[in-house]
């Protein structure tokens, strides 16, 4: 029994001795978190989503930033002053903020630990619920609207998180011809979101004729729970105003889904002759 005890202390001991591989716990609660850097070493950052990172100009080539997976990997070729950067998450929109300084190491100075960033708890003042109430006050196509305009026309900073909201993959050969088929404008899908049962999906729009057109929803062919122009009109072909983007929010399914079929154009002349055919072969078999 002995024995057995003395090998199990003398294993955990052997344990204990080995190399840890410590990672730094930092916990988001709005307020920015420091991230310390050391020239000429990466230092990675985990936060279990995907994300973007924003990055201002000043840091010019100096610092490398790198993003996949989840993990964010920053590395420092020169010192830098304290510098925020932004972090935001692709499917919801919200920003963590990181405030990051390079020195040159110290003698003997070990290598940093990478970084866990986790979701801090709120504290308990009831309020902490009101932003989602609110947002469930509105209606989801209104929501989603404005998320989809937020994230292709407003800075990073300014987009507003919205919980539950996912990107979702667009249809490489999504035909959109006969979305506006009675305009001279062309249509390209760019991006869409899913919350809910709900999608919205952003459509490039651009003239194709001169003058100015206006855009009335009532023209869209198609099942849609709502339509949205980001312009109410579009100016000639080449000018800046021959561009717009509409938002379109169907339920149950994505655009594709919500598409009437295009009606194959045809020839009446072509229909013409094979009648006429038939009509001379009847008048030829009652002369016989």
């Known amino acids: 029994m002995k024995s057995r005890l003395s090998a199990c202390l003398a294993a955990l001991l052997a344990l204990s001795m080995l ?17 310390p ?3 000429g070493q990466e230092r990675i950052v985990f936060i279990d989503r995907n994300v973007r990172v924003g990055v201002p100009a000043a840091t010019g080539e100096r610092l490398r930033v790198q993003s996949a997976g989840g993990a964010v ?10 510098t925020r950067l932004q972090l935001q998450d692709t499917d919801s929109g919200a920003l963590i903020l990181l ?35 609110a947002r469930r006050d509105t209606p989801i196509p209104v929501v989603l609207t404005r998320y989809a305009a937020q994230n292709l026309y407003a800075p990073l900073r300014t987009v507003e998180p919205l919980r539950g909201v996912m990107r979702v993959n667009l249809p490489r050969d999504l035909n959109l011809d006969a979305l ?19 999608w919205v999906t952003a ?4 003239h194709s004729g001169a003058g100015r057109i206006a855009l009335d929803p009532r023209a869209l062919q198609g099942d849609f729970v709502s339509a949205t122009f980001q312009h109410e009109s579009l100016g000639p ?4 105003e021959d561009t717009t983007v509409l938002y379109l929010v169907t339920r149950g ?8 079929p295009a009606i194959a154009r045809f020839d009446p002349a072509a229909n013409l002759n094979e009648t006429e055919v038939l009509r001379t072969g009847t008048e030829a078999s009652h002369a016989q």
Do not use: F
């Not at 110290?106 to 009831?126: F, K, M, N, S």
């Not at 072909?237 to 800046?240: D, F, L, Q």
């Open 99 to 133: 405030d990051i300084a390079a020195e040159p190491a110290r003698e003997g100075q070990a290598p940093l630990e990478p970084v866990r960033i986790v979701d801090g708890q709120p504290a308990d003042t009831g309020l902490a619920d009101e932003p989602n109430k």
């Open 37 to 39: 850097l050391i020239v």
């Open 203 to 206: 459509v490039r729009l651009t």
């Open 180 to 198: 506006l088929p009675t305009l001279p404008v062309r249509a390209i899908p760019l991006a869409a979101w899913r919350l809910e049962d709900q």
């Open 253 to 260: 399914h994505g655009l594709a889904q919500s598409l009437l």
């Open 19 to 35: 190399p840890a591989h410590a990672i730094e716990i930092l916990h988001w609660e709005r307020l920015p978190l420091v991230v």
């Open 237 to 240: 072909r080449g000018t800046p």
């Open 73 to 82: 990997y920053l590395r420092a070729s020169d010192t830098l002053s304290p």
